[in-house]
């Protein structure tokens, strides 16, 4: 078959952006167990701080202001009394006295002073309700008087009207530059906490996912989980999948050993009928079409065996380039199909060698057998290639009939043929899933479409080998 490794002619399928949207389509990144975890347990700790501090600001705030007012009342009521017993040389000592040991200032107020509340909060409010509850209604708290800030409170002697001033900060809010240190110290800890938490129950469950991708691509060794874990739940369900990927591996050897056997087993006698068949039919056109039958055995047994097996490969870096000029070079030349290359020089893939070249004849023989040109007959194959990131995009259009839409979907299901149109007595209806099954083996994807300007395209997405 003429390999043609020129540029595409007018007649080359779309570029390889076009290839159909499975292939592009990641899956949507949820959120992690940890962090869903973490998030709810975070939301916990915060509403339990919250409740807490409307707890706390309930228990101390009504008590701290009760007690506060006390305190004020009593410094009125004793200020009042020795004030009231005292003589006049006896009562400005008595002032001085009060100012320098108590940091308490009486003096008297003015019809012209200015003052404002103490309302500055909920705590000064309740205070000063039950000072004026306390004290009389024409007592006067304030926290500025003229313009001097303080804790001033407004009484009586004898009808003569004082104010007294004291520090607020006996009676101040609890809140402060430590209580705000103890509180975000207790919330930074209770977060470490919670993702201590987090990771703890993801831990196991992270686990078994591993092992669990293990088991898909075939290793079995690497999945076993530890039986010996303290959470008893955990522990049963680690059990239990170690005695499913044993029972897994087991299937496993017992299928490749039943297919090398019957794989022996069967080519044995169709090797000695169709030695017999050369030696005793004495019509060649007989002989011919009976070896052609044998043949055609032999392809069915080469399907099923390439169809079921096992799932694990270990890939490596593979030359796009030798392998599809094999696959090409294999189907052979007859003078009327032709093949035309645009991949780039020295493209390498994650893979291995020889399933890829299984892809590539599985894609080229379906090409060839179906593919063909409706008006002349002829086959034309374009195969084009690029690098994009981390990935490799192939296409592989045939110029054909194409396939109805509705049975793309069903083409790379096992044992599918489609239409009669598409579909003959040789085919097994197999070679577009072992195509499939070969491709997500590799780690790459593949996806089948009808191509705008006629035909059926083929598009491989492969790891781009490193480097």
């Known amino acids: 078959m003429p390999i043609d490794s020129r540029q595409p002619f007018e007649s080359r399928p779309a570029p390889l952006e076009t290839a159909p949207a499975p292939l592009e389509v990641r899956p949507a990144r949820g959120v992690s167990l940890f962090w869903r975890t973490f998030f709810f347990l975070t939301l916990l700790l915060i509403g339990c701080i919250m409740a807490w501090l409307q707890t706390f600001r309930a228990l101390e705030y009504e008590p701290r202001a009760l007690q506060g007012a006390q305190q004020l009342a009593s410094l009125v009521n004793l200020s009042r009394a020795a004030l009231v017993h005292s003589d006049a040389i006896a009562r400005v000592s008595l002032v ?30 309740n205070i000063s309700q039950r000072l004026v509850a306390r004290l009389g209604p024409d007592t006067v708290v304030a926290r500025e008087v003229n ?46 906490g919670a993702a201590l938490i987090a990771r703890l129950i993801n831990r196991p469950l992270k686990m078994l996912s591993f092992a669990a991708s293990r088991v898909r691509e075939g290793d079995f060794n690497a999945s076993q989980l530890s039986e010996a874990v303290a959470t008893s739940e955990i522990r049963e369900v680690n059990i239990g999948f170690n005695r499913m990927a044993q029972r897994l591996s087991k299937i496993e050897q017992d299928r490749a050993l039943m297919l090398a056997g019957i794989s022996h087993d069967l ?8 030695l017999e068949t050369e030696m005793s039919v004495a019509d060649p056109q007989a002989r011919e079409h009976m070896a052609a039958d044998i043949e055609q055995v032999n392809a069915i047994i080469d399907k099923f065996l390439d169809y079921a097996r096992p799932d694990h490969l270990k890939p490596s870096e593979v030359s796009l380039n030798q392998v599809i000029e094999a696959a090409v070079f294999a189907l052979g030349d007859n003078g ?17 060698a020889v399933e890829l070249q299984r892809v590539f004849s599985n894609l080229l023989e379906n090409a060839q057998r179906y593919g063909r040109d409706p008006d002349t007959g002829l086959l034309r194959i374009d195969i084009a290639a690029k690098a994009k990131d981390d990935a490799v995009l192939v296409k592989l259009r045939d110029h054909g009939r194409g396939v109805p839409p509705e049975q793309l979907p069903q083409l790379t299901q096992p044992f ?13 209806g197999l070679g577009l899933a072992i195509v499939d099954r070969a491709i997500l083996r590799m780690g790459g994807r593949f996806a089948l479409a009808n191509s705008s300007t006629g035909g059926l395209a083929a598009h491989i997405k492969l790891v781009r080998a490193p480097g």
Request: hydrophobic share 40%; proline share 9%; glycine share 8%.
């Open 416 to 428: 599918y043929r489609g239409d009669a149109s598409r579909s003959d007595a040789t085919g097994t």
């Open 267 to 274: 080519r044995t006698p169709l090797a000695r009928l169709r």
């Open 336 to 352: 009327r199909d032709h093949v035309h290359l645009n991949i780039p020089p020295d493209l390498r893939v994650m893979g291995d």
């Open 96 to 125: 001085k006295t009060l100012a320098a040991e108590e940091d308490l200032r009486i003096a008297p107020r003015e019809p012209t002073d200015t003052h404002k509340p103490y309302d500055a909060d909920a705590l000064s409010r």
């Open 147 to 192: 313009g001097t800030p303080g804790l001033w409170i407004g009484f009586s002697i004898d009808g003569d009207p004082y104010w007294l001033l004291t520090d607020p900060s006996r009676v101040g809010p609890v809140a402060g530059t430590t209580w705000l240190i103890w509180l975000v110290t207790a919330a930074l800890l209770s977060l470490a």
